[in-house]
């Protein structure tokens, strides 16, 4: 049922772009890809580039539109497919920074785009899910077989206890924990907090939260050039503010005796 849902939504948004997928897939088609990259790759906005993407994007919006819980605070939407901080226009641009070939690009990509819909049928352990639908997703829009794998093996890099191992992998990992070493870090640490106690878990405890937060900060680190010299001195001055963030609720505590 759920092969047969995804086969009648992709339809639907193939036919509606039916003319441009086209014209777009003739017989010059990589000149085509190479025309609109080149547009582009300077530009902060991300924008799907070549024609399987364009129907990845799509699904994928709609895919989190219809079907994520309510529940999800963080690994929403917007952490997927903001248009400058989401995991897949960070990932574009990690691409071009790292010099990444245009296939492997648009497999990166792709798999930015499907890295976190595992959440929509689960919250723990969802890389497997999310490497599952994408292999069925991405057959159907005429992905081969190895390139697939591809796609799977760098979504199931994205899992914490894991270590990336090839170029693509190390940079959609560095694109998913872009926000580690933003300005905005607090906020969404905020809203992964807010995800987890709607969920049912208790994160009242402000010293729990935050020792559990510099840990996993403390342990991260970004893999590519790129993002080492984009985000590590933010990065560093998070922790800083968190080590802080402890102090303070400390002191707090032993006034109170």
């Known amino acids: 049922m759920a092969e047969e849902d995804s086969k009648r939504k992709l339809t639907g948004i193939i036919s509606a772009d039916a003319v441009e997928y086209s014209r777009l897939t003739g017989e010059d088609e990589e000149a085509t890809?190479?025309?609109?990259?080149?547009?582009?790759?300077?530009k902060l906005r991300y924008k799907p580039h070549?024609?399987?993407?364009?129907?990845?994007?799509?699904?994928?919006?709609?895919?989190?539109?219809?079907?994520?819980?309510?529940?999800?605070?963080?690994?929403?939407?917007?952490?997927?497919?903001?248009?400058?901080?989401?995991?897949?226009?960070?990932?574009?641009?990690?691409?071009?920074?790292?010099?990444?070939?245009?296939?492997?690009?648009?497999?990166?990509?792709?798999?930015?785009?499907?890295?976190?819909t595992g959440y929509i049928r689960e919250y723990d352990k969802n890389e497997p899910i999310a490497a599952r639908m994408a292999g069925r997703i991405l057959k159907l829009i005429g992905y081969k077989p190895n390139e697939i794998e591809k796609v799977q093996m760098m979504i199931l890099s994205t899992d914490l206890e894991r270590e990336p191992k090839t170029h693509v992998e190390k940079i959609l990992c560095d694109a998913d924990l872009d926000h580690l070493g933003r300005e905005d870090f607090f906020k969404l640490d905020g809203r992964l907090r807010e995800g987890r106690g709607a969920r049912g878990i208790d994160v009242s405890d402000d010293e729990k939260w935050y020792k559990g937060t510099l840990e996993i900060i403390k342990k991260h680190q970004y893999y590519t050039e790129s993002q080492k010299n984009l985000r590590e001195k933010e990065k560093q001055r998070n922790i800083k503010k968190l080590v802080n963030k402890l102090e303070n609720i400390k002191k707090k505590k032993r006034d109170r005796i």
């Open 50 to 116: 070549t024609p399987r993407l364009k129907i990845v994007n799509q699904y994928i919006k709609e895919l989190f539109r219809d079907e994520l819980p309510d529940g999800i605070k963080y690994h929403d939407a917007n952490h997927t497919l903001h248009p400058i901080k989401g995991v897949v226009a960070v990932a574009n641009s990690i691409a071009i920074s790292e010099k990444l070939s245009e296939h492997d690009r648009e497999l990166l990509i792709a798999a930015a785009y499907f890295h976190d």
């Open 33 to 42: 890809v190479r025309t609109i990259t080149a547009s582009h790759a300077m």
